[in-house]
């Protein structure tokens, strides 16, 4: 059978103190050692709540949030790499006669990486680099929506 001791924290130690575990008797005196009421002490350079803050409001409590004007439209373009084209090219297109046909119509093509093969990219826009690297490897962009292309 096993035994289950109780925890040495739970038997109001001190000798004839009567501090229970507390410390020394004036620890124990007014509300100064609690260290304040609510979220006291979580200010942005205090370290008083810092654990129990991060625990129940993540990474976001800390540091300014801002805001943008109504008129400011965000930048949602989504952007991808040559580089992750060419590593799962059968993931983004199919394999024909002509080279690998890539449709990505609501992206942006990014100029990072190497072009091995030949592509053929529905794309919305694509960087200068990208361009060249895709013609250099005999492979062309066409663009969704009617652009022109600076040579």
């Given at each position: 059978?096993?035994?289950i001791?109780?925890?040495?924290?739970?038997?109001?130690?001190?000798?004839?103190?009567?501090?229970?575990?507390?410390?020394?008797?004036?620890?124990?005196?007014?509300?100064?050692?609690?260290?304040?009421?609510?979220?006291?002490?979580?200010?942005?350079?205090?370290?008083?709540?810092?654990?129990?803050?991060?625990?129940?409001?993540?990474?976001?409590?800390?540091?300014?949030?801002?805001?943008?004007?109504?008129?400011?439209?965000?930048?949602?373009?989504?952007?991808?790499?040559?580089?992750?084209?060419?590593?799962?090219?059968?993931?983004?297109?199919?394999?024909?006669?002509?080279?690998?046909?890539?449709?990505?119509?609501?992206?942006?093509?990014?100029?990072?990486?190497?072009?091995?093969?030949?592509?053929?990219?529905?794309?919305?826009?694509?960087?200068?680099?990208?361009?060249?690297?895709?013609?250099?490897a005999?492979?062309?962009?066409?663009?969704?929506?009617?652009?022109?292309?600076?040579?």
């Amino acid at each position: 059978m096993k035994i289950i001791k109780r925890k040495k924290e739970s038997r109001m130690h001190g000798r004839k103190m009567g501090t229970h575990g507390g410390g020394c008797r004036k620890n124990r005196k007014g509300h100064g050692h609690r260290g304040g009421v609510g979220m006291a002490g979580s200010g942005k350079r205090a370290d008083h709540k810092k654990t129990l803050i991060i625990k129940n409001h993540g990474h976001n409590y800390f540091g300014k949030k801002g805001f943008t004007s109504i008129g400011t439209k965000r930048d949602t373009r989504q952007r991808i790499n040559l580089r992750d084209i060419e590593l799962s090219l059968e993931k983004y297109g199919k394999k024909t006669s002509a080279g690998y046909e890539i449709n990505l119509k609501d992206y942006k093509i990014l100029g990072v990486g190497e072009v091995k093969n030949k592509l053929i990219i529905t794309c919305k826009e694509a960087s200068k680099s990208a361009i060249e690297k895709i013609k250099k490897a005999g492979g062309s962009l066409i663009f969704s929506i009617a652009k022109e292309v600076k040579k």
